[in-house]
């Protein structure tokens, strides 16, 4: 069992659709961070939440952290082929503040 | 220029070898870590060091030892190479205390041992 969960784990929808996805724990985070990775390449900070309920977007991407710092999502509004990656969350406990765990990871097709 | 470059990308050997991976990053953080991503995709730290002391050592086999001659380089060490060590290899750096700047990944060494 992983210390952050993700769903869906996979993901494949046309051009244009909305998505969301979760990333959900039993532990309190300090905060959390969004990665995206491509084939061949490592993950790429996307964005981090640090307070509780705070929302960021970045383009088309919306990332929320829960009120109580257990969960996160991302949301993606009218998905493009150029979206298609892992995603990954990730972030450090607060009883642990050096060590990142890493989500389990939803891979998402998106098809023109 | 490369944040964070790893060396070689893929590597392919026989059982029983032993094999190093080299990373460097330039972008002057303290810390720098090894992460394992297995086939379903899951990242999982390996080790981690803070200006050249160990920091992090999770349960790995004692075959494997990281090396860290300054905080700009971080090399992992394999010996006895064994098929379940098949995975794709990521080094990654952070800065020390400001861990909502994020780890920058390299592009990772593709291991597999046949």
């Known amino acids: 069992t992983q210390l952050l969960e993700q769903s869906p784990q996979f993901l494949s929808i046309q051009e244009g659709e909305n998505l969301t996805v979760y990333c959900n724990s039993s532990?309190?985070?300090?905060?959390l961070q969004w990665y995206r990775q491509e084939p061949g390449e490592g993950p790429v900070l996307l964005v981090t939440v640090v307070t509780g309920g705070e929302v960021k977007k970045l383009k088309r991407l919306t990332f929320q952290f829960g009120d109580a710092r257990k969960d996160s999502s991302l949301h993606i509004t009218a998905a493009q082929p150029g979206d298609t990656g892992l995603y990954l969350c990730?972030?450090?406990?607060?009883?642990?503040?050096?060590?990142?765990?890493f989500g389990s990871g939803t891979k998402l097709n998106v098809k023109p | 220029d490369t944040a964070v470059s790893q060396t070689p990308k893929y590597l392919v050997t026989q059982m029983g070898n032993d094999k190093s991976i080299k990373c460097e990053q330039n972008l002057g953080h303290d810390t720098m870590y090894w992460y394992k991503q297995d086939s379903k995709k899951f990242l999982k730290i390996m080790f981690s060091?803070?200006?050249?002391?160990?920091?992090i050592n999770e349960t790995v086999p004692n075959r494997f030892s990281p090396k860290s001659p300054d905080k700009a380089h971080l090399n992992l060490h394999i010996n006895s190479l064994e098929l379940g060590d098949s995975a794709v290899y990521f080094c990654?750096?952070?800065?020390?205390?400001?861990?909502?700047?994020?780890?920058?990944f390299g592009s990772g060494t593709r291991l597999t041992v046949v």
């Open positions: 990730a972030g450090p406990t607060t009883y642990n503040f050096n060590k990142f765990y």
């Open positions: 990654a750096s952070s800065q020390h205390g400001h861990p909502n700047y994020g780890y920058t």
């Open positions: 060091y803070n200006n050249k002391e160990l920091i």
């Open positions: 532990s309190v985070f300090s905060s």
